[in-house]
């Protein structure tokens, strides 16, 4: 199956920073890449993805660049607000499934 | 917009019990799923369903797990005989084409 890393597990920036999540996959069939936000209770929501035949996705400050040769994709988010806090989960999946793999998530604080 | 619903939000049972948790998809899609989070884990597929039928299934579903459509609009998961392990954070998610899920808020469980 899948095998699915995220680093860092945890990400401490101060407000207006940027901050970037890893995730790395060993599935070279994966196809489809997105990254979950969760905040503390409530359910996973997808903020962003990716396929592959895209390298780069950009939505506002929240962007997502894939390196399929490489398997990994990264979750970026620019001028970090406090809101942002949350763990960010990515959950890459594989051709001819539709069962993403979650990663370990990455707990990110944005200190005002 | 519509929303995946979940109910009970939070349920606590002895261990042995039976449990039946309760979701309704977003109306028109087609591809249902149950995850499972263990507290400051990731998040675990346990199961997938269409046409009503299982479609995939994990190790953890094993033969203490099943689900069942029993309407046009509930998808339900059941657990015959709660263990301590069970204690977990049970999300249910849908699609309907394409790989995006859209997940519920989650019922927790809490076998005692």
């Known amino acids: 199956g899948e095998n699915v890393e995220q680093h860092p597990s945890t990400l401490s920036v101060q407000e207006g920073d940027s901050a970037v999540i890893k995730c790395t996959y060993s599935d070279s069939a994966s196809n489809y890449f997105p990254w979950y936000k969760q905040e503390l209770g409530k359910r996973p929501q997808l903020i962003i993805d990716?396929?592959?035949?895209?390298g780069e996705k950009k939505d506002q400050r929240i962007a997502v660049t894939l390196n399929k040769t490489a398997k990994h994709f990264s979750l970026h988010i620019t001028e970090t607000q406090p809101e942002d806090s949350a763990v960010y989960f990515c959950?890459?999946?594989?051709?001819?499934?539709?069962?993403?793999?979650f990663g370990r998530g990455t707990s990110l604080i944005v200190h005002p | 917009e519509p929303e995946v619903t979940q109910t009970p939000s939070h349920q606590v049972t002895q261990m042995g019990q039976e449990v039946i948790l309760r979701c309704v998809p977003i109306?028109?899609?087609?591809?249902f799923y149950w995850y499972r989070q263990i507290l400051g884990q990731k998040v675990e597929f346990l199961v997938s369903f269409y046409n009503n039928e299982i479609s995939e299934k994990s190790e953890i579903f094993d033969d203490q797990f099943s689900v069942e459509r029993p309407d046009g609009s509930n998808f339900t998961l059941k657990i015959r005989s709660t263990k301590l392990e069970d204690s977990a954070m049970y999300f249910c998610a849908s699609r309907r084409e394409g790989d995006e899920q859209f997940f519920g808020p989650g019922t927790r469980l809490t076998v005692l």
């Open positions: 109306s028109n899609h087609l591809y």
């Open positions: 959950a890459p999946k594989t051709g001819g499934s539709y069962i993403p793999t």
């Open positions: 990716i396929r592959s035949n895209v």
